[in-house]
């Protein structure tokens, strides 16, 4: 019996039962006396067969539970009871092990009669450091877990406070300290849930003597295999402010935390083992994100029902806790972290073969709280952090399909982050000189617009993003528009409430009627009425980039004409074209004091350009003059020729006086 034969028989795509003989081989080699690579194998061999019961069972997961309890349940509770010190540590090794792989079967195992007790008998009966070291591990594998942290009783939790203080063994010190960490911060979790009345009456929280031990372990690094808990235990205490603003204060500890994090092709870590090299990654990044974390940012009706919910608990953040949660004490935390180092660290963690989805999904979240304050992206930007966003966006959409990916909170915000640098940059600064990385960054920004999951914030910087690569080429603005169901997104979103998105939206169609052939011809060639509607009703605006954006769109593609010809139709029909155009040129010319008092040379040249392609395309001699006389009654001649009358720019003098030129002479 070899573990690579089991594993290839775990791995068929048809999952076969573990005959009793495998399966106490499996169950044995978990022991802390195996080698680490063949408990490294035993733990594929687990994965392989649990995710083929789950596998065989997608329709019943409560059915492929209670199978694999069934399977894992008597020789596991038989080993843990046993009063041999090595079948029990087998049975305690094993069932942790379970805990990592499918927790729901390895929690119904721990709450078996007996199970519980026995577990914590052994570090009684057989006090021996490696059995102490087990019951550690499984008992913060148990605590992590709701369901089980109700059944822990106080001599669980004395023993692992006295366990954390022994200064004999640090690897079980860490361990216990660990576990302690995972049942308090579980407790605060539940309380957010659970009526005051019903909550287990508890110590306070020894946050800060916890963080002293945690950090003092990765610090000084006596004991290597040590360090993997105590980054775990970490990753749960730096959800708390105060713990927050402690550790990106300590700049020992930033750059020992940071020195294990592989770089490049050298493994910086002090864990050789591949998959002990991930987990401790991922904790180290879930440390630095947690650090980093802006207070998410709520709408009016959310802050109210949190507001509500916590009159609701009877209680109250702390002043500290509520200012060190503020921007200003995340953006200063966030600046310590750049100055130790933390970019190169999301750099080198994005490395091809290096990262996991959850590894991915940190460095996203992370890179977009980094480039929240805009002082941070251009160091961003120097360290190589666009090219690692663009890495970990790319592997994360392949593992899409193409049309429609549904993406995560943790992708988008990496797609988000990559936005903002978009954003405040020019693509050249961002995405190198090569237009291939540009075509590259459409299909993202376009999946962040139209997933239905993106905030209106995502979608607002997702256009400002592809409005900047749109003014890069008219190859780009071609490709955008080509981007699956894009168009009909933007175009959406011009009618957005929200001005900001209104704008941008609008700016984006502006670029695109410009630089691609294909939105010419939506809005031009072969446009409809209904389109130039739309950009001539966001013309008359009160946000006047917005009017600049829709009024450019319309001087652009009045060039057509037959968008001429639709406009003129729409003038016939709604009589409302003229007149918001000669507002564009001179809104006091028909008493509207209050907008633009001064005229806004762009929106001048703008109507203008308008206003003598429309009228100069008029060929029918029976359309004219009611036009010509709607253009007089809207004060088009006059604000023309105030306009000629002040010192304006041949691009504004040259067609205005032909314009003026052509309504005299009809």
Not at 361 to 384: F, P, W
Request: charged content about 20%; aromatic content about 4%.
């Amino acid at each position: 019996m070899s573990l690579d034969g089991l594993l290839k028989k775990t791995s068929d795509s048809k999952p076969q039962s573990l005959l009793p003989d495998e399966l106490t081989y499996i169950l044995d080699t978990f022991l802390p006396s195996n080698p680490s690579t063949d408990r490294t194998k035993a733990y594929l061999v687990l994965t392989a067969f649990c995710q083929g019961v789950r596998a065989s069972n997608k329709q019943l997961p409560n059915h492929a539970t209670e199978s694999l309890t069934r399977i894992f349940g008597p020789p596991t509770v038989s080993r843990i009871t046993d009063l041999d010190e090595s079948r029990s540590l087998s049975g305690i090794s094993f069932l942790t092990a379970l805990f990592q792989v499918d927790w729901e079967p390895a929690a119904a195992i721990f709450q078996q009669d007996g199970v519980y007790d026995a577990v914590l008998d052994n570090v009684d009966v057989s006090p021996s450091p490696s059995m102490s070291l087990n019951v550690a591990h499984l008992l913060g594998q148990a605590v992590g877990h709701k369901p089980l942290r109700s059944i822990m009783t106080s001599q669980a939790t004395e023993w692992l406070k006295i366990s954390s203080r022994q200064a004999t063994d640090t690897s079980l010190r860490t361990a216990a300290a660990v576990a302690s960490v995972k049942y308090f911060m579980g407790l605060a979790r539940d309380s957010e849930t659970t009526p005051a009345e019903s909550q287990p009456q508890v110590s306070p929280t020894p946050h800060g003597e916890l963080t002293a031990l945690l950090k003092s372990i990765i610090v000084d690094q006596g004991n290597p295999a040590s360090v993997p808990d105590a980054v775990e235990g970490l990753a749960y205490l730096s959800t708390d402010p105060n713990v927050k603003e402690e550790l990106s204060s300590d700049s020992t500890f930033l750059s020992r935390l940071f020195a294990l994090v592989p770089r490049k092709k050298k493994a910086a870590s002090v864990i050789e083992a591949e998959e002990q090299r991930s987990t401790l990654l991922y904790g180290v990044l879930s440390i630095v994100t947690q650090i980093c974390s802006y207070r998410p940012r709520l709408t009016e009706e959310q802050a109210q029902i949190e507001k509500l919910r916590g009159m609701a608990k009877g209680k109250k953040a702390s002043t500290r806790e509520a200012v060190l949660t503020d921007d200003e004490h995340v953006k200063r935390r966030v600046h310590r972290m750049v100055a130790a180092g933390v970019i190169d660290v999301l750099v080198s963690a994005s490395a091809p073969g290096v990262d996991t989805p959850g590894v991915r999904a940190s460095i996203g979240s992370t890179m977009l709280y980094v480039v929240e304050d805009k002082e941070n992206r251009g160091k961003v930007l120097q360290g190589g952090g666009a090219k690692a966003l663009t890495q970990i966006i790319k592997r994360a959409l392949s593992d899409h399909p193409k049309s429609n990916p549904s993406l995560d909170p943790g992708q988008l915000a990496a797609i988000q982050a990559l936005a903002k640098l978009a954003i405040t940059a020019s693509p050249v600064q961002v995405f190198g000189p090569n237009e291939g990385a540009m075509y590259d960054a459409i299909r993202p920004f376009s999946v962040l617009l139209q997933q239905t999951s993106s905030s209106l914030l995502q979608r607002f910087e997702a256009l400002m993003a592809l409005t900047n690569l749109a003014s890069q080429s008219a190859e780009l603005s071609s490709r955008i528009s080509a981007a699956d169901g894009l168009m009909n997104r933007v175009e959406f979103l011009m009618l957005e409430e929200h001005p900001l998105v209104r704008r941008a939206a609008t700016e984006l169609v502006c670029n695109l009627i410009a630089g691609s052939d294909s939105v010419f011809e939506r809005y031009g060639a072969l446009g409809s009425s209904s389109k130039l509607q739309i950009l001539v009703a966001l013309s008359d605006v009160e946000d006047l980039p917005t009017r600049l954006a829709a009024s450019g769109a319309l001087a652009t593609v009045t060039i057509s004409e037959i968008a001429c010809q639709h406009l003129v139709q729409l003038q016939l029909e709604k009589n409302r074209v003229l007149p918001i155009l000669t507002q564009l040129i001179d809104a006091t010319v028909v008493g509207d004091d209050d907008k633009d008092a001064k005229p806004h040379p762009g929106l001048i040249h703008r109507g203008v350009i308008c206003v003598r392609n429309l009228l100069l395309s008029i060929k029918d001699s029976a359309t004219k003059p009611e036009i010509i006389a709607q253009a007089d009654a809207a004060g088009l001649t006059k604000a023309l020729q105030k306009t000629l009358e002040g010192s304006v720019d041949a691009a504004i003098a040259n067609p205005a006086t032909e314009t003026l030129a052509f309504l005299r002479n009809q």
